[in-house]
Protein backbone atom coordinates (compact mmCIF):
# COMPACT_ATOMS: atom_id res chain seq x y z
CA UNK A 1 0.00 0.00 0.00
CA UNK A 2 1.30 3.14 -1.15
CA UNK A 3 1.18 6.34 1.15
CA UNK A 4 -0.05 8.94 -1.31
CA UNK A 5 -3.28 6.05 -1.50
CA UNK A 6 -4.38 6.07 1.53
CA UNK A 7 -7.12 7.85 2.62
CA UNK A 8 -6.76 9.38 6.08
CA UNK A 9 -3.80 12.28 7.26
CA UNK A 10 -1.63 11.48 10.71
CA UNK A 11 -2.50 14.25 12.89
CA UNK A 12 0.81 16.07 14.70
CA UNK A 13 -2.53 16.42 17.89
CA UNK A 14 -4.88 14.31 18.98
CA UNK A 15 -8.56 16.54 19.32
CA UNK A 16 -9.17 18.02 22.95
CA UNK A 17 -10.73 15.87 25.80
CA UNK A 18 -8.79 12.64 24.66
CA UNK A 19 -7.77 10.82 28.15
CA UNK A 20 -6.43 7.56 26.94
CA UNK A 21 -2.85 7.62 25.72
CA UNK A 22 -3.72 4.40 22.73
CA UNK A 23 -7.00 6.21 21.66
CA UNK A 24 -4.87 9.22 21.20
CA UNK A 25 -2.73 7.34 19.16
CA UNK A 26 -5.48 5.68 17.08
CA UNK A 27 -6.55 9.19 16.05
CA UNK A 28 -3.20 10.74 15.55
CA UNK A 29 -1.76 8.16 13.43
CA UNK A 30 -5.08 8.03 11.04
CA UNK A 31 -6.46 4.14 12.14
CA UNK A 32 -9.71 5.63 13.37
CA UNK A 33 -12.21 9.03 13.36
CA UNK A 34 -14.82 9.38 15.39
CA UNK A 35 -18.65 9.93 13.83
CA UNK A 36 -20.47 10.62 17.33
CA UNK A 37 -20.54 9.72 20.54
CA UNK A 38 -19.47 6.15 20.70
CA UNK A 39 -19.45 5.87 16.92
CA UNK A 40 -16.11 6.00 15.22
CA UNK A 41 -14.95 5.13 11.42
CA UNK A 42 -12.16 2.90 11.03
CA UNK A 43 -9.87 4.09 8.19
CA UNK A 44 -7.74 2.06 5.91
CA UNK A 45 -5.07 1.39 8.72
CA UNK A 46 -7.49 0.63 11.45
CA UNK A 47 -9.33 -1.46 9.08
CA UNK A 48 -6.64 -3.93 8.25
CA UNK A 49 -5.71 -4.12 11.96
CA UNK A 50 -9.59 -5.02 12.57
CA UNK A 51 -9.29 -7.87 9.78
CA UNK A 52 -6.36 -9.45 11.19
CA UNK A 53 -7.67 -9.24 14.16
CA UNK A 54 -10.82 -11.17 12.67
CA UNK A 55 -8.86 -13.62 11.16
CA UNK A 56 -7.15 -14.37 14.31
CA UNK A 57 -10.85 -14.95 15.70
CA UNK A 58 -11.50 -17.32 12.68
CA UNK A 59 -8.61 -19.38 13.40
CA UNK A 60 -9.01 -20.46 16.90
CA UNK A 61 -12.42 -20.27 16.30
CA UNK A 62 -12.77 -22.99 13.51
CA UNK A 63 -10.05 -24.86 15.80
CA UNK A 64 -12.48 -25.62 18.02
CA UNK A 65 -15.45 -26.95 15.94
CA UNK A 66 -16.62 -23.17 14.88
CA UNK A 67 -18.64 -22.72 11.65
CA UNK A 68 -18.86 -19.28 10.59
CA UNK A 69 -22.89 -17.81 10.34
CA UNK A 70 -24.11 -14.27 9.32
CA UNK A 71 -26.97 -12.85 11.44
CA UNK A 72 -29.21 -10.44 11.28
CA UNK A 73 -28.86 -6.50 13.43
CA UNK A 74 -32.42 -5.77 13.24
CA UNK A 75 -34.92 -8.16 14.94
CA UNK A 76 -38.59 -8.48 15.22
CA UNK A 77 -39.27 -7.18 18.76
CA UNK A 78 -41.11 -10.84 19.29
CA UNK A 79 -38.02 -12.61 19.96
CA UNK A 80 -37.05 -10.85 22.36
CA UNK A 81 -40.16 -10.45 24.14
CA UNK A 82 -40.54 -14.16 24.13
CA UNK A 83 -37.15 -14.65 26.16
CA UNK A 84 -38.42 -12.26 28.57
CA UNK A 85 -35.06 -9.66 27.81
CA UNK A 86 -37.23 -7.25 26.08
CA UNK A 87 -39.11 -5.67 29.48
CA UNK A 88 -35.60 -6.74 31.28
CA UNK A 89 -33.43 -4.45 29.46
CA UNK A 90 -33.65 -0.84 29.98
CA UNK A 91 -32.95 2.28 27.08
CA UNK A 92 -29.32 0.23 26.16
CA UNK A 93 -32.11 -1.81 24.10
CA UNK A 94 -32.89 0.21 21.36
CA UNK A 95 -36.57 -0.31 20.43
CA UNK A 96 -38.10 1.10 17.26
CA UNK A 97 -41.21 1.07 14.80
CA UNK A 98 -40.95 -0.75 11.15
CA UNK A 99 -42.49 1.54 8.30
CA UNK A 100 -45.93 -1.19 9.10
CA UNK A 101 -45.70 0.01 13.07
CA UNK A 102 -44.32 -3.53 13.65
CA UNK A 103 -42.20 -3.27 16.98
CA UNK A 104 -38.74 -3.88 15.97
CA UNK A 105 -35.49 -3.87 18.20
CA UNK A 106 -31.54 -3.39 17.03
CA UNK A 107 -29.45 -6.34 18.07
CA UNK A 108 -26.75 -6.00 21.33
CA UNK A 109 -26.39 -10.06 20.82
CA UNK A 110 -27.89 -12.90 19.16
CA UNK A 111 -28.94 -15.54 21.87
CA UNK A 112 -32.40 -15.17 20.87
CA UNK A 113 -31.59 -15.68 17.42
CA UNK A 114 -29.53 -18.35 17.52
CA UNK A 115 -32.11 -20.28 19.79
CA UNK A 116 -35.04 -19.37 17.57
CA UNK A 117 -32.86 -20.92 14.65
CA UNK A 118 -31.92 -24.13 16.75
CA UNK A 119 -35.58 -24.81 17.48
CA UNK A 120 -36.03 -24.98 13.23
CA UNK A 121 -33.00 -26.58 12.54
CA UNK A 122 -32.35 -29.01 14.73
CA UNK A 123 -34.63 -32.23 15.83
CA UNK A 124 -32.27 -34.88 17.09
CA UNK A 125 -29.42 -35.95 19.53
CA UNK A 126 -27.54 -36.96 16.17
CA UNK A 127 -26.94 -32.71 15.37
CA UNK A 128 -25.22 -32.14 18.60
CA UNK A 129 -23.23 -30.47 19.66
CA UNK A 130 -23.03 -27.84 17.26
CA UNK A 131 -20.96 -24.18 17.93
CA UNK A 132 -21.86 -21.14 15.43
CA UNK A 133 -20.14 -17.90 15.18
CA UNK A 134 -20.18 -14.80 14.10
CA UNK A 135 -18.43 -11.42 13.61
CA UNK A 136 -20.60 -8.78 13.29
CA UNK A 137 -21.99 -5.17 13.92
CA UNK A 138 -23.98 -4.40 16.77
CA UNK A 139 -25.51 -1.54 18.99
CA UNK A 140 -25.67 -0.79 22.61
CA UNK A 141 -27.04 2.75 23.38
CA UNK A 142 -24.60 3.17 26.45
CA UNK A 143 -25.46 6.09 28.83
CA UNK A 144 -21.83 6.80 29.52
CA UNK A 145 -19.74 6.11 26.24
CA UNK A 146 -15.87 6.70 27.06
CA UNK A 147 -12.40 5.83 26.38
CA UNK A 148 -12.81 6.03 23.03
CA UNK A 149 -13.56 2.46 21.54
CA UNK A 150 -13.39 0.63 24.80
CA UNK A 151 -16.77 1.67 25.35
CA UNK A 152 -18.52 2.65 22.52
CA UNK A 153 -22.26 2.11 21.36
CA UNK A 154 -21.66 0.32 17.64
CA UNK A 155 -18.95 -2.16 17.89
CA UNK A 156 -18.03 -5.38 16.01
CA UNK A 157 -18.02 -8.30 17.93
CA UNK A 158 -16.87 -12.17 17.56
CA UNK A 159 -20.08 -13.65 19.57
CA UNK A 160 -20.04 -17.49 19.94
CA UNK A 161 -22.91 -20.20 20.66
CA UNK A 162 -22.36 -23.43 21.61
CA UNK A 163 -25.25 -26.10 21.50
CA UNK A 164 -25.02 -29.31 23.32
CA UNK A 165 -27.06 -32.25 24.39
CA UNK A 166 -25.90 -31.12 28.41
CA UNK A 167 -24.79 -29.80 31.17
CA UNK A 168 -21.40 -32.18 30.05
CA UNK A 169 -21.08 -31.10 26.24
CA UNK A 170 -21.48 -27.49 27.86
CA UNK A 171 -18.36 -27.92 30.34
CA UNK A 172 -16.62 -29.11 27.28
CA UNK A 173 -17.27 -25.99 24.90
CA UNK A 174 -16.97 -23.77 27.58
CA UNK A 175 -13.86 -25.30 28.41
CA UNK A 176 -12.70 -25.35 24.94
CA UNK A 177 -13.82 -21.39 24.54
CA UNK A 178 -11.40 -20.66 27.64
CA UNK A 179 -8.45 -22.52 26.23
CA UNK A 180 -8.88 -20.44 22.69
CA UNK A 181 -9.56 -17.00 24.29
CA UNK A 182 -5.98 -17.04 25.94
CA UNK A 183 -4.33 -18.17 22.52
CA UNK A 184 -6.20 -15.15 21.04
CA UNK A 185 -5.31 -13.30 22.80
CA UNK A 186 -1.75 -14.23 23.37
CA UNK A 187 -1.57 -14.03 19.68
CA UNK A 188 -2.53 -10.50 19.71
CA UNK A 189 -0.34 -9.23 22.41
CA UNK A 190 -2.76 -8.37 24.90
CA UNK A 191 -2.26 -9.74 28.32
CA UNK A 192 -5.71 -10.84 30.26
CA UNK A 193 -6.49 -12.60 33.79
CA UNK A 194 -9.72 -14.80 33.69
CA UNK A 195 -11.94 -13.50 36.66
CA UNK A 196 -15.35 -14.87 37.69
CA UNK A 197 -18.33 -12.96 36.87
CA UNK A 198 -21.84 -11.86 37.20
CA UNK A 199 -24.07 -12.91 34.21
CA UNK A 200 -26.46 -10.42 34.05
CA UNK A 201 -28.87 -10.18 31.64
CA UNK A 202 -27.73 -13.28 29.68
CA UNK A 203 -28.72 -15.57 32.82
CA UNK A 204 -27.30 -19.15 33.28
CA UNK A 205 -24.90 -20.50 35.57
CA UNK A 206 -22.01 -19.10 35.39
CA UNK A 207 -19.81 -17.21 33.38
CA UNK A 208 -16.06 -15.18 33.23
CA UNK A 209 -14.70 -12.44 31.86
CA UNK A 210 -11.02 -11.90 30.35
CA UNK A 211 -9.83 -8.53 31.59
CA UNK A 212 -7.01 -6.46 30.68
CA UNK A 213 -5.75 -4.99 33.47
CA UNK A 214 -5.21 -0.76 33.24
CA UNK A 215 -6.21 2.02 35.13
CA UNK A 216 -8.62 3.26 32.26
CA UNK A 217 -10.53 -0.12 33.07
CA UNK A 218 -14.30 0.58 34.25
CA UNK A 219 -14.11 -2.88 35.97
CA UNK A 220 -12.65 -3.81 39.36
CA UNK A 221 -11.22 -6.59 40.15
CA UNK A 222 -10.68 -8.97 43.27
CA UNK A 223 -7.43 -10.62 43.24
CA UNK A 224 -5.76 -13.13 45.63
CA UNK A 225 -1.89 -13.79 45.16
CA UNK A 226 -1.77 -16.67 47.53
CA UNK A 227 -4.70 -19.02 46.30
CA UNK A 228 -5.38 -17.35 42.45
CA UNK A 229 -8.71 -16.36 43.66
CA UNK A 230 -9.89 -14.18 40.95
CA UNK A 231 -13.46 -12.24 40.40
CA UNK A 232 -15.40 -9.27 39.02
CA UNK A 233 -15.93 -7.14 42.08
CA UNK A 234 -19.55 -7.43 41.48
CA UNK A 235 -19.76 -10.88 42.40
CA UNK A 236 -16.69 -11.03 44.51
CA UNK A 237 -16.84 -12.64 48.30
CA UNK A 238 -14.56 -11.88 50.60
CA UNK A 239 -14.39 -12.10 54.97
CA UNK A 240 -14.82 -8.85 56.69
CA UNK A 241 -13.61 -8.34 60.05
CA UNK A 242 -16.27 -9.52 62.04
CA UNK A 243 -17.67 -7.56 65.06
CA UNK A 244 -16.89 -8.36 68.43
CA UNK A 245 -19.94 -9.67 70.86
CA UNK A 246 -21.11 -6.93 73.73
CA UNK A 247 -23.52 -6.26 75.53
CA UNK A 248 -26.79 -4.63 73.83
CA UNK A 249 -27.74 -1.45 75.20
CA UNK A 250 -30.44 1.41 74.95
CA UNK A 251 -31.18 3.26 72.11
CA UNK A 252 -30.01 6.94 72.69
CA UNK A 253 -31.22 10.16 70.39
CA UNK A 254 -27.98 11.98 70.13
CA UNK A 255 -27.41 15.89 68.32
CA UNK A 256 -25.61 15.69 65.37
CA UNK A 257 -25.46 18.89 63.12
CA UNK A 258 -24.20 18.76 59.77
CA UNK A 259 -22.87 15.10 59.87
CA UNK A 260 -24.70 13.94 56.87
CA UNK A 261 -21.79 11.44 55.32
CA UNK A 262 -20.00 8.48 57.31
CA UNK A 263 -17.12 10.24 57.80
CA UNK A 264 -18.67 13.20 59.24
CA UNK A 265 -20.87 11.10 62.23
CA UNK A 266 -17.98 9.26 62.89
CA UNK A 267 -15.52 12.35 63.17
CA UNK A 268 -18.36 14.14 65.25
CA UNK A 269 -19.05 11.25 67.72
CA UNK A 270 -15.21 9.83 67.56
CA UNK A 271 -16.05 6.54 66.74
CA UNK A 272 -15.19 3.97 63.70
CA UNK A 273 -16.74 3.83 60.99
CA UNK A 274 -17.15 -0.06 61.87
CA UNK A 275 -19.71 1.41 64.35
CA UNK A 276 -22.12 2.58 62.00
CA UNK A 277 -24.90 1.41 59.74
CA UNK A 278 -25.40 3.19 56.21
CA UNK A 279 -28.49 3.81 54.51
CA UNK A 280 -28.48 3.56 50.97
CA UNK A 281 -32.09 4.39 49.35
CA UNK A 282 -32.67 3.17 45.45
CA UNK A 283 -35.42 2.66 43.22
CA UNK A 284 -35.86 -0.68 41.58
CA UNK A 285 -37.40 -0.50 38.18
CA UNK A 286 -38.47 -3.75 36.28
CA UNK A 287 -40.70 -3.97 33.61
CA UNK A 288 -43.77 -5.80 33.09
CA UNK A 289 -45.30 -8.50 30.81
CA UNK A 290 -46.96 -6.12 29.11
CA UNK A 291 -43.49 -3.93 28.86
CA UNK A 292 -44.75 -1.45 32.05
CA UNK A 293 -42.19 -0.12 34.37
CA UNK A 294 -42.85 -1.74 37.81
CA UNK A 295 -40.83 0.36 40.78
CA UNK A 296 -40.07 -0.88 44.04
CA UNK A 297 -38.03 1.56 46.57
CA UNK A 298 -35.38 -0.26 48.40
CA UNK A 299 -33.40 0.66 51.40
CA UNK A 300 -30.06 -1.01 51.41
CA UNK A 301 -28.79 -1.40 55.03
CA UNK A 302 -24.50 -1.71 55.34
CA UNK A 303 -22.04 -1.27 58.05
CA UNK A 304 -19.90 2.23 57.24
CA UNK A 305 -16.63 0.51 56.79
CA UNK A 306 -18.44 -1.26 53.89
CA UNK A 307 -19.62 -0.69 50.36
CA UNK A 308 -22.79 -1.07 48.61
CA UNK A 309 -22.43 -3.74 45.80
CA UNK A 310 -25.08 -2.74 43.60
CA UNK A 311 -25.04 -5.57 41.09
CA UNK A 312 -25.04 -8.32 44.71
CA UNK A 313 -28.33 -6.15 44.86
CA UNK A 314 -29.40 -6.45 41.73
CA UNK A 315 -29.60 -9.50 41.40
CA UNK A 316 -31.13 -10.23 44.32
CA UNK A 317 -34.09 -8.41 43.30
CA UNK A 318 -34.10 -10.28 40.20
CA UNK A 319 -32.07 -8.07 37.65
CA UNK A 320 -33.54 -5.40 38.07
CA UNK A 321 -32.35 -1.78 36.64
CA UNK A 322 -31.03 0.39 39.59
CA UNK A 323 -31.27 4.70 40.40
CA UNK A 324 -30.60 6.55 43.88
CA UNK A 325 -34.41 7.71 45.29
CA UNK A 326 -35.16 11.05 44.61
CA UNK A 327 -35.69 13.51 47.41
CA UNK A 328 -39.64 12.98 47.28
CA UNK A 329 -39.16 9.34 47.09
CA UNK A 330 -36.75 9.13 50.51
CA UNK A 331 -39.66 11.33 51.91
CA UNK A 332 -42.40 9.59 51.19
CA UNK A 333 -41.50 6.58 52.77
CA UNK A 334 -40.60 8.23 56.21
CA UNK A 335 -36.56 8.90 55.73
CA UNK A 336 -34.59 11.82 55.92
CA UNK A 337 -31.64 11.84 53.46
CA UNK A 338 -28.35 12.45 55.68
CA UNK A 339 -30.00 11.00 58.57
CA UNK A 340 -31.54 8.36 57.66
CA UNK A 341 -32.01 4.63 59.54
CA UNK A 342 -34.68 1.76 58.66
CA UNK A 343 -36.34 2.59 62.50
CA UNK A 344 -39.56 3.51 61.77
CA UNK A 345 -40.25 3.96 58.49
CA UNK A 346 -43.57 3.47 56.52
CA UNK A 347 -42.55 2.13 53.66
CA UNK A 348 -39.80 0.81 51.17
CA UNK A 349 -37.93 -2.72 51.34
CA UNK A 350 -35.32 -2.91 53.58
CA UNK A 351 -32.27 -5.59 53.16
CA UNK A 352 -29.48 -5.62 54.82
CA UNK A 353 -26.26 -6.88 54.83
CA UNK A 354 -25.29 -10.13 56.67
CA UNK A 355 -22.68 -7.97 58.34
CA UNK A 356 -24.72 -5.33 60.02
CA UNK A 357 -26.76 -8.23 61.45
CA UNK A 358 -24.31 -9.53 63.52
CA UNK A 359 -22.54 -5.98 64.85
CA UNK A 360 -24.18 -4.75 68.06
CA UNK A 361 -24.93 -1.02 68.93
CA UNK A 362 -24.54 0.65 65.83
CA UNK A 363 -25.01 4.63 65.06
CA UNK A 364 -27.80 5.02 62.56
CA UNK A 365 -29.75 8.08 61.74
CA UNK A 366 -32.95 9.09 63.65
CA UNK A 367 -34.85 10.02 60.70
CA UNK A 368 -34.93 13.53 61.66
CA UNK A 369 -32.86 16.42 60.59
CA UNK A 370 -29.50 16.51 62.70
CA UNK A 371 -29.48 13.98 64.91
CA UNK A 372 -29.27 10.24 65.44
CA UNK A 373 -29.40 7.40 67.36
CA UNK A 374 -26.70 5.66 69.54
CA UNK A 375 -26.65 1.99 70.22
CA UNK A 376 -29.19 0.94 67.55
CA UNK A 377 -29.73 -3.39 66.75
CA UNK A 378 -30.79 -4.87 63.91
CA UNK A 379 -33.46 -7.39 64.99
CA UNK A 380 -34.18 -5.47 67.91
CA UNK A 381 -34.89 -1.94 66.94
CA UNK A 382 -35.67 -2.91 62.69
CA UNK A 383 -36.30 -6.25 60.97
CA UNK A 384 -35.51 -6.01 56.97
CA UNK A 385 -37.19 -8.06 54.70
CA UNK A 386 -34.30 -9.95 53.55
CA UNK A 387 -30.53 -10.37 54.70
CA UNK A 388 -27.82 -11.43 52.14
CA UNK A 389 -24.22 -10.77 51.05
CA UNK A 390 -24.50 -7.38 49.59
CA UNK A 391 -21.34 -5.45 50.17
CA UNK A 392 -18.15 -5.39 47.83
CA UNK A 393 -15.27 -6.69 48.27
CA UNK A 394 -12.11 -4.08 49.07
CA UNK A 395 -8.20 -4.01 48.98
CA UNK A 396 -7.26 -6.37 52.40
CA UNK A 397 -10.46 -8.30 52.94
CA UNK A 398 -9.59 -11.69 53.80
CA UNK A 399 -9.84 -14.05 51.07
CA UNK A 400 -12.97 -16.46 51.09
CA UNK A 401 -11.44 -19.09 49.69
CA UNK A 402 -7.65 -19.10 51.90
CA UNK A 403 -8.25 -15.84 53.63
CA UNK A 404 -5.06 -14.61 52.44
CA UNK A 405 -5.16 -10.54 51.91
CA UNK A 406 -7.47 -9.32 48.98
CA UNK A 407 -6.01 -6.41 46.43
CA UNK A 408 -7.82 -5.19 43.90
CA UNK A 409 -7.28 -3.88 40.33
CA UNK A 410 -8.94 -2.29 37.62
CA UNK A 411 -9.34 -3.81 34.29
CA UNK A 412 -10.99 -3.57 30.76
CA UNK A 413 -13.68 -6.23 29.72
CA UNK A 414 -12.45 -7.74 26.52
CA UNK A 415 -13.84 -10.95 26.64
CA UNK A 416 -16.47 -13.22 28.09
CA UNK A 417 -17.99 -16.69 28.21
CA UNK A 418 -21.19 -17.90 29.77
CA UNK A 419 -22.98 -21.10 30.65
CA UNK A 420 -26.40 -20.38 29.85
CA UNK A 421 -28.01 -23.50 30.33
CA UNK A 422 -31.45 -24.43 29.04
CA UNK A 423 -32.58 -20.89 29.37
CA UNK A 424 -33.05 -19.37 25.79
CA UNK A 425 -34.13 -23.27 24.49
CA UNK A 426 -36.74 -23.49 27.04
CA UNK A 427 -38.27 -19.89 25.55
CA UNK A 428 -38.11 -21.01 21.86
CA UNK A 429 -38.64 -24.58 22.48
CA UNK A 430 -35.68 -25.36 21.34
CA UNK A 431 -35.36 -29.44 22.04
CA UNK A 432 -33.93 -32.72 20.38
CA UNK A 433 -35.04 -36.16 20.44
CA UNK A 434 -32.84 -38.01 22.61
CA UNK A 435 -32.01 -42.17 21.25
CA UNK A 436 -35.56 -43.18 23.66
CA UNK A 437 -37.27 -40.77 21.86
CA UNK A 438 -37.47 -38.22 24.52
CA UNK A 439 -37.84 -34.35 24.23
CA UNK A 440 -35.02 -32.70 25.84
CA UNK A 441 -34.14 -28.84 25.38
CA UNK A 442 -31.31 -27.90 23.92
CA UNK A 443 -28.35 -26.56 26.66
CA UNK A 444 -26.80 -23.32 25.14
CA UNK A 445 -23.39 -21.24 25.48
CA UNK A 446 -22.77 -18.08 24.60
CA UNK A 447 -19.36 -16.22 24.11
CA UNK A 448 -18.26 -12.38 23.25
CA UNK A 449 -15.22 -10.66 22.52
CA UNK A 450 -15.40 -6.86 20.93
CA UNK A 451 -12.93 -6.75 18.23
CA UNK A 452 -12.61 -3.06 18.29
CA UNK A 453 -12.24 -2.89 21.78
CA UNK A 454 -9.65 -5.16 21.47
CA UNK A 455 -7.89 -3.26 19.03
CA UNK A 456 -7.95 -0.21 21.80
CA UNK A 457 -6.80 -2.07 24.37
CA UNK A 458 -3.87 -3.40 22.25
CA UNK A 459 -3.04 0.15 21.52
CA UNK A 460 -3.02 0.82 25.39
CA UNK A 461 -0.78 -1.68 26.05
CA UNK A 462 1.76 -1.31 22.91
CA UNK A 463 2.77 2.48 22.62
CA UNK A 464 5.21 4.78 24.08
CA UNK A 465 5.75 8.59 23.15
CA UNK A 466 6.01 8.91 20.03
CA UNK A 467 3.35 6.45 18.93
CA UNK A 468 2.20 2.93 18.65
CA UNK A 469 4.40 -0.05 18.62
CA UNK A 470 2.32 -3.03 17.03
CA UNK A 471 2.75 -6.71 17.09
CA UNK A 472 3.06 -8.19 13.98
CA UNK A 473 -0.42 -10.04 14.29
CA UNK A 474 -2.14 -7.39 14.19
CA UNK A 475 -0.06 -4.33 12.54
CA UNK A 476 -1.64 -3.67 9.41
CA UNK A 477 1.69 -3.92 7.79
CA UNK A 478 4.59 -5.45 8.92
CA UNK A 479 6.75 -3.60 7.14
CA UNK A 480 7.15 0.38 6.88
CA UNK A 481 9.06 1.35 3.68
CA UNK A 482 10.61 4.99 3.17
CA UNK A 483 12.45 6.68 0.55
CA UNK A 484 13.49 10.12 1.48
CA UNK A 485 12.59 12.82 -0.38
CA UNK A 486 15.85 14.85 -2.25
CA UNK A 487 17.75 11.17 -2.58
CA UNK A 488 19.05 10.94 -5.78
CA UNK A 489 17.36 8.79 -8.87
CA UNK A 490 19.02 5.88 -7.81
CA UNK A 491 17.21 5.82 -4.14
CA UNK A 492 14.23 5.69 -6.09
CA UNK A 493 15.10 3.71 -8.29
CA UNK A 494 15.97 1.21 -5.49
CA UNK A 495 13.43 2.30 -3.41
CA UNK A 496 10.33 1.26 -5.87
CA UNK A 497 12.37 -2.71 -6.84
CA UNK A 498 12.28 -3.43 -2.52
CA UNK A 499 8.93 -2.66 -2.57
CA UNK A 500 8.30 -5.32 -5.21
CA UNK A 501 10.54 -7.60 -4.30
CA UNK A 502 9.04 -7.53 -0.88
CA UNK A 503 5.71 -7.54 -1.27
CA UNK A 504 6.12 -10.33 -3.84
CA UNK A 505 6.83 -12.51 -1.31
CA UNK A 506 3.04 -12.06 0.40
CA UNK A 507 5.13 -9.58 3.44
CA UNK A 508 2.25 -6.91 3.64
CA UNK A 509 4.54 -3.23 3.39
CA UNK A 510 3.48 0.11 3.73
CA UNK A 511 5.29 2.71 1.04
CA UNK A 512 5.81 5.96 2.16
CA UNK A 513 5.94 7.75 -1.47
CA UNK A 514 4.73 10.99 -0.76
CA UNK A 515 8.08 12.68 -1.06
CA UNK A 516 7.60 14.12 2.16
CA UNK A 517 10.63 15.66 4.96
CA UNK A 518 12.75 13.25 6.57
CA UNK A 519 11.81 14.19 9.77
CA UNK A 520 7.85 14.03 8.99
CA UNK A 521 8.34 10.66 7.60
CA UNK A 522 10.45 9.10 10.49
CA UNK A 523 7.82 11.12 12.96
CA UNK A 524 5.11 9.58 11.17
CA UNK A 525 6.21 6.12 10.90
CA UNK A 526 6.91 5.94 14.60
CA UNK A 527 2.92 7.08 14.96
CA UNK A 528 2.15 4.57 12.98
CA UNK A 529 3.81 2.20 14.66
CA UNK A 530 4.86 -1.21 12.10
CA UNK A 531 6.83 -3.83 13.42
CA UNK A 532 9.98 -2.88 10.92
CA UNK A 533 11.03 0.52 8.96
CA UNK A 534 13.21 0.29 5.76
CA UNK A 535 14.63 3.35 5.00
CA UNK A 536 16.19 3.97 1.15
CA UNK A 537 18.60 7.08 0.79
CA UNK A 538 21.60 8.39 -0.12
CA UNK A 539 23.37 7.81 2.79
CA UNK A 540 22.11 4.06 3.03
CA UNK A 541 23.13 3.37 -0.54
CA UNK A 542 26.68 4.32 0.58
CA UNK A 543 26.53 2.28 3.27
CA UNK A 544 26.12 -0.53 1.32
CA UNK A 545 22.00 -0.84 1.24
CA UNK A 546 18.74 -0.40 2.93
CA UNK A 547 18.67 0.87 6.66
CA UNK A 548 16.43 -1.63 8.87
CA UNK A 549 15.09 -0.50 12.10
CA UNK A 550 12.70 -2.22 14.26
CA UNK A 551 10.19 -0.26 15.61
CA UNK A 552 11.34 -1.12 19.30
CA UNK A 553 14.72 -1.47 19.04
CA UNK A 554 16.89 2.27 19.56
CA UNK A 555 19.63 1.32 16.79
CA UNK A 556 19.26 0.79 13.11
CA UNK A 557 21.64 -1.38 10.88
CA UNK A 558 22.42 -1.51 6.97
CA UNK A 559 21.24 -4.43 5.19
CA UNK A 560 22.20 -5.70 1.32
CA UNK A 561 19.96 -5.40 -1.10
CA UNK A 562 20.18 -9.43 -1.78
CA UNK A 563 19.96 -9.82 1.97
CA UNK A 564 16.29 -7.83 2.72
CA UNK A 565 14.08 -10.71 2.37
CA UNK A 566 15.77 -13.06 4.14
CA UNK A 567 16.64 -10.22 7.32
CA UNK A 568 13.17 -9.12 7.21
CA UNK A 569 11.51 -12.42 7.43
CA UNK A 570 14.45 -13.21 9.92
CA UNK A 571 13.50 -9.88 12.07
CA UNK A 572 9.71 -10.27 11.80
CA UNK A 573 9.75 -13.88 13.08
CA UNK A 574 11.88 -12.40 16.30
CA UNK A 575 9.21 -9.44 16.86
CA UNK A 576 6.77 -12.44 17.25
Not at 308 to 325: C, S
Request: charged share 25%; glycine share 10%; with cysteine.
Amino acid sequence: MRMSRLFGETLREAPAGIESPGHQFLLRAGYVRQLGQGIFSYLPLGWQAMMHIEQILREELTAIGGVEVSLPVVHPAELWQQSGRYQKIGAELTRFQDRRDRDMVLAMTHEEVVASLAAGEISSYRQLPRLVFQIQIKWRDDPRPRAGMIRAREFTMKDSYSLDLDEAGLDTQYRAHYEAYFKIFTRCGLPVVAVGADVGIMGGSGAHEFMYLTPLGEDTLVLCDSCGYAQNRQVATSRKAAAEPEELREVCRVETPHATTIEELAALLEVARARTAKIVFLAAEHRSEDGHPVLRLIVAVVRGDTDLNEAKLANLLGGAELRPMTLDEISAIGATAGFASPIGLTGGEVIADELVMSSPNLVAGANEEGWHLLDTNAGRDWRPEVVADIVAADDGDGCSVCGSPLRTERGVEVGNIFKLGTRFADAFGATYLDPDGNAKPIVMGSYGIGVGRLLACIAEEHHDERGLRLPVSIAPYPVHLTVLRGADSAAGEVAERVYGLIEATGIGVLFDDRGERPGVQFADADLIGLPLRLTVSERSLKAGGIELKRRDAAEARIVAEGALVSEVRAELDACE
